[in-house]
């Protein structure tokens, strides 16, 4: 039988495919999505189960290892955990030298790509030695990068983690903890945001998780393949959708135009608006991930004693849609990241910092799927084709 590569130049066809909307790029054994069903398994688990049931260093060691762990292959690893979580000193004047405004997944993926130059021993990626010491090292250190890239967009003092405090708290306490008072984390926000967290893990092919295998299938270290994916998931289109919404919410509210007006924009196709947090290329369901994280939205604001108004229109915004045929033709339905920024705003993180806590939780992904794809004896050097449709030959002018 013939390879791919060998019938690809036999026969001189590509397959065109935009997007990759059909393309299968690699085989993977850890998350399965039936789109139509509105299905996600992690390594087979359903995911409402693992919402209800796991926490999220769990869920991260059955993504990169496989298996639930034991509880002494759990607690270990925690504790491993907890021990890396101190950034390199020099680290925190890189963070002065960043301007106070810039958008913190910037900082973050700034932070993460400069991992390697502190850790040059992660330059070996096919070490499986370095690979576990720079899974661990990520885990630790991205919620505290993350912590203090929001502690420098609004110009407060940076905190040391706690490494007596679990991984969700520790990150709360970084965010919102200040030098002058001690800090009581709420355990209905910690569980909401626990449980947030899981649900972002792992989400197969997305953009920003094949953008980590692309780049680790240069044999480029986790660092760097991680740094772009989280640029890769900036962007509006994907994670950065979380942030979307929340303005797009603010928006309906404050031009007063009312849902349906917006609805009936969107349906017209005015250039740049959309109904964020709508629609999905896999989920032509409603995504399972959504349900649960409407469930939290209305559990953390009634804890909390919140009202938001921007909770009412999100919820208008989907009853609406649903029951319109544009939406339904295309099967268009709410995705994870349609009531994700209502929580978030109430446990009192700026909008800006949405994505970054999507970042994250889908750290366990990335690395789970660097380290598939690191090991997996098929991978190779990812390298799409194109059609040329530029100019024939052509001789340079002579002047
Ligand atoms: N609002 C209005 N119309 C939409 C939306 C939306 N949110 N999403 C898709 N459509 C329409 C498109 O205009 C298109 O209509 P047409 O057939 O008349 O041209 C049709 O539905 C199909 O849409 P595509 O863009 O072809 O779907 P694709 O799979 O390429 O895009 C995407 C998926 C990017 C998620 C898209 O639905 C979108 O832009 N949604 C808003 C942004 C968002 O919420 N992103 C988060 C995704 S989930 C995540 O990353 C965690």
Known sequence: SLDISTL?????????????????????AITYIDGEQGILRYRGYPIEQIAHNSNFLETAWLLIYGELPTASELEDFDNRI?????????????????????????????????????????????????????????LAKLPVMAAYSH?????????????????????????????????????????ALERLLMLHEDHEQNASTSTVRLVGSTEANLFASVSAGINALFGPLHGGANEAVLSMLQDIKDSGEGVAKYVERVKNKEAGVKLMGFGHRVYKNYDPRAKLVKESAHEVLAALGVQDDLLDIAMELEHYALNDDYFKERKLYPNVDFYTGVIYKAMGFPTRMFTVLFAIGRLPGWIGHWREMNTDPATKIGRPQQLYVGSPARDYPTR
């Open 8 to 28: 690809t130049r036999q026969t001189g066809l590509t397959t065109l495919d935009y997007g990759f909307v059909n393309t299968a790029a690699t085989r993977s």
């Open 82 to 138: 907890r021990r890396h979580t101190l950034l390199h000193e020099d680290l925190r004047r890189f963070f002065d030298a960043l301007p106070t405004n810039a958008h913190p997944m910037s900082v973050l993926s700034s932070g993460v790509s400069a991992l390697s130059t502190y850790y040059q021993d992660s330059l070996s990626p096919k070490d499986p030695a370095q690979v576990e010491i720079s899974t661990v090292r990520l």
């Open 151 to 191: 502690k420098k967009s609004i110009g407060q003092a940076f905190l040391y983690p706690d490494n007596s405090l679990s991984f969700v708290d520790n990150f709360l306490k970084l965010n919102f903890g200040t030098l002058a008072e001690p800090y009581e984390v709420n355990p209905v926000v910690s569980r």
